[in-house]
């Protein structure tokens, strides 16, 4: 289960890191496309604000990503909350985001990476009752 969960982690770092990068291009082509001569003097200012925001936005989806797969890999509870919640968010992102959120939330709600998260071992058999 060490290696899915580690696994899980660099996925989710690589899918951060992406989104990241979109963020980047996002804006390099919104302040590029401010840039074209002979338009209105309003135009240019209103595509950098439109690129400030989508690169906001999108940089806000991938940095959760990314602390929540460093997290997963230190084997952090709040990491694997965190991603349970951006696992649900990322059904939605057809086909990478549908896959990885599935497969983290297979792994993430298994009982023995329950167990691992929490630190402790429970037993595997109930003691009988007396």
């Not at 890191?17 to 082509?29: E, G, N, P, R």
């Not at 400030?52 to 084997?75: H, K, M, N």
Request: hydrophobic share 60%.
């Amino acid at each position: 289960m060490k290696d899915h969960i580690k696994v899980l982690g660099i996925l989710w770092i690589v899918f951060g890191v992406f989104f990241m990068c979109l963020a980047l291009f996002a804006l390099l082509v919104f302040f590029g496309v401010a840039e074209i001569p002979n338009v209105d003097d309003i135009s240019p200012g209103i595509l950098r604000l439109i690129g400030i925001i989508a690169s906001a936005f999108i940089g806000l989806i991938g940095l959760p990503q990314i602390i929540g797969g460093l997290g997963l890999l230190r084997y952090k509870e709040w990491a694997r909350i965190l991603m349970l919640v951006i696992s649900f968010i990322s059904l939605a992102n057809v086909p990478f985001g549908t896959f990885l959120g599935a497969y983290s939330l297979v792994i993430l709600f298994n009982p023995e990476t329950v167990r691992l998260f929490q630190g402790g071992a429970a037993p595997t058999t109930a003691a009988p009752p007396k």
